[in-house]
């Protein structure tokens, strides 16, 4: 006989009665949930709370995301910044000056913010200018896509049609609302522009990676515009004082002008008196000129008479230079004929000696001439390998060979 079941008023539930009521349970009084989770990094993860009933187990469907405590979005973004450095984006040789005097400004910012109208406002106030404005969200989702687009936009313009200067700009914030110009698509889009870059990110205190990458940074939008352009009415004022300047200075220039030349005048003297001594000089010179003309002409004639009566008759000159012809062509008449029979000779001689060591003679006494294939004579049975293609040369015509062992 079994002891009887004990008696109780819980009732008995299956496995996967139990996991389906602690499903109910677990979605029913948590429904969605932010958890603050620590693996690595911290973030806070936004979502619905539910079961697996197979397993037993509970788990957390994940809608979003975000990063918990300002420590470690600050650690991320030093790591950031230093791995954007190493790559040279923010080397200082790379910033470039601003124009002083830019024709267009370019602005890249929200367009229905107070930061638009205190940009606008100081640039009038300075000096005005024609500004582009290219309008985005300046943060949340999307936001750092569009700001880059915006400055790659404005360096993909015509150059008629590009603007001078690129402000990009927004108000202050928190940390998370700065974070799209701490985006690596944004900082790479800076460092790339082909436009001067001002960054103009909230205000002083705040720091953003752009900031590292454009060619200058703004403490506030404001200061921006002031940086862009110069004053106006500072600029009209320093041209009058220049014009002013440069007139005194010119005044000053011409009156010590006049002065040299009124010095340089009053040494000249009289100008007449000048003329008659100048006058009275030329005819001093020219009496005299006229009188060393004539000695001068009179002393040539009178060498040229002596030199004609030293001169002979021409006939007399051709007379003795045909006696002295005649008589070197007599002399060479004696030496022509012992200078032409030696060498012929000796040309004779050479001829028969030539003919008797010629090739041909020792052909026609039966010899023959051995060549290899390349055309080389061959003087020695050691230059010869067998097999090796030979020619022969005889007296009437030439044959191939192969030299054998």
């Known amino acids: 006989m079994t002891d009887a079941a004990p008696k109780t008023n819980i009732p008995e539930l299956s496995v996967s009665g139990l996991s389906m009521a602690l499903q109910r349970t677990l979605e029913d ?15 806070i993860c936004t979502g619905k709370i539910t079961t697996y009933p197979k397993s037993s187990r509970y788990q957390l469907i994940v809608d979003s995301m975000e990063l918990a405590g300002e420590g470690a979005l600050l650690k991320m973004l030093e790591d950031r910044r230093k791995k954007l450095a190493a790559e040279g984006l923010f080397d200082p040789a790379r910033k470039r000056k601003l124009p002083f005097l830019p024709q267009r400004i370019g602005v890249v910012t929200s ?42 936009g404005f360096s993909a313009l ?55 990458a454009a060619d200058l940074r703004a403490p506030t939008p404001t200061a921006a515009a002031e940086m862009a352009v ?13 014009s002013a300047r440069l007139y005194n200075i010119m005044n000053r220039h011409f009156t010590l002008l006049q002065q040299r030349v009124q010095t340089a005048a009053a040494k000249l ?12 000089t030329l005819d001093h010179l020219s009496h005299k000129l006229s009188s060393g003309f004539e000695k001068g002409l009179a002393r040539r004639a009178a060498q040229v008479a002596e030199a004609a009566a030293m001169l002979r008759h021409p006939r007399q000159v051709i007379a003795e230079k045909g006696r ?10 004696d030496v022509k004929g012992r200078l032409l ?58 044959k191939k060979a192969e030299a054998t062992d």
């Open 341 to 398: 029979e030696p060498p012929q000779q000796r040309l004779d001689r050479a001829a028969a000696l030539l003919e008797a060591l010629s090739f041909q003679k020792v052909l026609e006494r039966g010899f023959a001439v051995i060549r290899d294939e390349n055309g080389n004579p061959l003087v020695s049975a050691a230059s010869v390998s067998p097999g090796q293609r030979l020619e022969l040369q005889f007296r009437d015509g030439r």
């Open 230 to 242: 110069p004053v106006r009415r500072d600029l009209l004022a320093q041209v009058m004082d220049d």
């Open 269 to 280: 003297g009289d100008p007449r008196r000048i003329v008659e001594i100048k006058t009275q």
């Open 158 to 212: 015509p150059p008629e049609q590009r603007p001078d200067i690129v402000i990009v700009a927004r108000g202050g914030g928190s940390l998370e609302d700065l974070m799209a110009f701490n985006e690596e698509i944004v900082v790479r889009a800076a460092a790339a522009s082909k436009i001067p870059l001002i960054s103009a990110v909230g205000h002083e205190t705040d720091t953003t990676l752009i900031d590292h």
């Open 111 to 152: 367009p229905t913010g107070a930061v638009i109208r205190d940009i606008l406002h100081r640039l009038n106030d300075r000096f005005p200018h024609h500004v582009l404005v290219w309008p985005v969200i300046v943060q949340g989702a999307g936001a750092a896509e569009q700001v880059a687009a915006a400055i790659d």
């Open 324 to 333: 002295t012809l005649n008589l070197w062509d007599q002399r060479l008449g």
């Open 29 to 43: 009084s948590f429904g969605r949930v932010r958890v603050r989770g620590e693996d690595g990094l911290e973030v």
